[in-house]
């Protein structure tokens, strides 16, 4: 597992839909993308998440 497990998101709206971004606590980006929604938007944030808290050797394996 990760030993930095903070880490920040944002979910906006604009014309086209949702964004959604993951950040570390230095402000870079982790991952980001859009979504048709605010509900699936949070989806994806929730679901980034997650991946990056699963161990290295877990995440080769799957």
């Not at 880490?7 to 570390?24: L, M, P, Q, V």
């Not at 870079?28 to 994806?44: D, F, H, N, S």
Request: a neutral charge; glycine letters at 6%.
């Amino acid at each position: 597992m990760r030993d930095d497990a903070s880490f920040g998101y944002r979910i906006s709206k604009d014309e086209a839909g949702w964004t959604w971004t993951t950040f570390d606590l230095a402000g870079q980006i982790l991952v980001e993308g859009r979504a048709p929604t605010k509900a699936v938007a949070a989806a994806c944030v929730i679901r980034a998440l997650a991946r990056s808290a699963i161990p290295e050797t877990a995440a080769q394996a799957a």
